[in-house]
């Protein structure tokens, strides 16, 4: 996922290499960010930095539920429509329960 510079934190790791403005190669892939190496990527003025993982989620939990049950309204009566939403549901659910939080990492 593409992140801003400035809102990279210690732990994240990167998901493309960070190249400089002649294109070396300065922090490889999968390398895990520190405090030094977040502050080398700013003063480099590197604008966006792949990392792994996914965006942060921007709807509340019930609203995700509640969109959830809107995408199924119409065919939870199909064959194993109704086991799908079922599991998807208790993914969502997992995934706020996961990270602790009404807005998850998604």
Known sequence: ??????????GMK??????NKNGLM?????????????????????QV???????EASLPREEALAL?????????AAPHMDVLKKLLREHIEGLYEEHGSENPEV
């Open 49 to 55: 930095v792949h990392v792994h993982g996914t965006s």
């Open 14 to 19: 990167l998901e493309r290499p960070v190249l």
């Open 68 to 76: 959830l049950d809107g995408r199924f309204r119409h065919v939870e």
């Open 26 to 46: 300065m922090i490889g892939v999968d390398a895990e960010l520190t405090g030094a190496l977040i502050e080398k990527i700013q003063e480099m003025d590197i």
């Open 1 to 10: 996922m593409k992140i801003s510079a400035k809102n990279l934190t210690p």
